[in-house]
Nanobody
Framework: QLQLVESGGGLVQPGGSLRLSCAASGDTLGTYGLGWFRQAPGKEREAVSCISRSGSITNYYDSVKGRFTISRDNAKDTMYLQMNSLKPDDTAIYYC?????????????????WGQGTQVTVSS
């Protein structure tokens, strides 16, 4: 069974950058569409970005377009989220997830496997 583990979270000042990683085990990551989601305290989980199996198709939530970049390295069974120009509103627990769907989706309901999350805090 596929298992996902996020890393790379931490405390960063506004305007700073972080790179999150999502490492997979138990199955071949290249057979899954992947996504990043986040959940802030008191709020529902929301989509951040998603990427197709090959990495050729990506999609982003409006609030992160132009600041975040999703990518994947199937040879390393790893997905990444490069986050630049971070804002306090980006503070949340970030989760990676995998779906068997071939087309990437921003709907969390379509994802089958989830990691445990990594905390990102943007504060001065």
């Amino acid at each position: 069974q596929l298992q996902l583990v996020e890393s790379g979270g931490g405390l960063v000042q506004p305007g700073g950058s972080l790179r999150l990683s999502c490492a997979a085990s138990g199955d071949t990551l290249g057979t899954y569409g992947l996504g990043w989601f986040r959940q802030a305290p008191g709020k529902e989980r929301e989509a951040v970005s998603c990427i197709s199996r090959s990495g050729s198709i990506t999609n982003y939530y409006d609030s992160v377009k132009g600041r975040f970049t999703i990518s994947r390295d199937n040879a390393k069974d790893t997905m990444y989220l490069q986050m630049n120009s971070l804002k306090p509103d980006d503070t949340a627990i970030y989760y990676c997830a995998a779906t068997r769907l071939p087309i990437p989706t921003l709907s969390p309901m379509r994802y089958d496997y989830w990691g445990q999350g990594t905390q990102v805090t943007v504060s001065s």
